[in-house]
């Protein structure tokens, strides 16, 4: 056991993509495949205890004095549930074949708002794809991209044989793949890409890469935080639109695609945010506090601890975090 434990300190996302284990999926078939999947998680998750009461304290935290102790017991099962799910998705994104997942997006995928990003496009400064590490985000970036939208994505890989296929998969799809580590600024090829009028997929809720301004602050899941900047910076420098999109997962057959324009957020929220980032966070907790289960950051919720304002002249540059679902180490 004392081997097991140390081979467990790697990643989760990690472990489930070991050479052995990705063949194995592939030789059962994906049906079989989520039971193995979730066997290996359970097997993680039992070496890892710390790790999984992170998690269970960090719903606690956020919904103890609103929920019974039998609800408590249900939200942290669903978020377990959800962490597989999430990670038996990633893998079909990665592994699957373009003519699977088309048929696959085809029956499960509701999008009736797609017409949004036309709208957005039309201006021809690019739009800021904006969503969280929720519900189905691994199919987001490929499903837009074989609905013909200019998509690219900033990703870093967790294995090279995971960066051999995506870059395999995705060169006929028109989905743009920016190598972070082949990168000299992961900023200029963000900016650049919009000023090409393409559709850029980014994260908001990379906690522990957050940088939180000094002056706007907001209440995030019962924390005061420093608005993170980086979203700002990068809609404030190339014009872009900002765009949330949330895939809202009812099963692993069934997911349905919200697109909001910034003008969406700002008539949900009449208008009491101060800035789109806080506007894109006080609609991405909405979404948590209805559905924890499909949230799959809880393991980095004591991170918000630290993130209060912080004096302008001893910040730090904006860092732009992984645009990275499908294509990089998400957890």
């Not at 995971?162 to 972070?180: C, M, P, R, S, V």
Request: proline residues 3%; aromatic residues 12%.
């Amino acid at each position: 056991m004392e081997m097991g434990v140390r081979q467990m300190r790697i990643k989760l996302s990690s472990f489930l993509q070991w050479k052995g284990n990705v063949y194995l999926y592939r030789k059962f078939g994906w049906e079989i495949a989520f039971r193995y999947l979730v066997i290996l998680a359970a097997f993680y998750f039992l070496v890892n205890r710390k790790e999984k009461q992170k998690i269970a304290e960090a719903i606690e935290a956020t919904f103890g004095d609103r929920k019974s102790e039998t609800e408590m017991k249900t939200i942290t099962k669903g978020v377990f549930d959800g962490i597989f799910a999430h990670y038996y998705e990633k893998l079909y994104n990665a592994y699957e074949n373009n003519e699977g997942l088309a048929a696959f997006f085809g029956e499960s995928i509701e999008a009736d708002s797609l017409h949004k990003l036309d709208t957005a496009l039309e201006k021809g400064k690019g739009i800021l794809f904006v969503t969280g590490h929720y519900g189905g985000i691994e199919y987001i970036p490929i499903f837009i991209a074989m609905k013909g939208y200019p998509i690219s994505v900033v990703a870093k890989f967790a294995t090279p044989q995971l960066k051999e296929t995506l870059y395999n998969k995705t060169k006929d799809l028109g989905l743009q793949i920016i190598d972070a580590d082949q990168e000299k600024s992961v900023m200029g090829a963000i900016i650049r890409e919009l000023r090409a009028n393409r559709i850029v997929f980014f994260e908001c809720d990379e906690i522990e890469e957050w940088r939180p301004s000094r002056k706007e602050r907001m209440m995030f899941l019962k924390k005061v935080i420093g608005v993170d900047r980086t979203i700002n910076l990068i809609q404030r420098r190339s014009g872009a639109e900002v765009v949330l999109g949330i895939l809202h997962r009812f099963s692993l057959k069934r997911y349905r695609l919200s697109l909001k324009s910034s003008q969406d957020l700002t008539a949900d929220l009449q208008g009491e945010s101060s800035s789109i980032t806080e506007a894109l966070l006080k609609s991405l907790e909405q979404h948590i506090y209805a559905h924890p289960e499909e949230w799959y950051q809880w393991k980095n919720y004591p991170e918000i601890e630290s993130l209060q304002p912080v004096d302008s002249r001893k910040e730090k540059p904006a860092f732009v975090p992984l645009l990275s679902p499908a294509f990089a180490e998400a957890y």
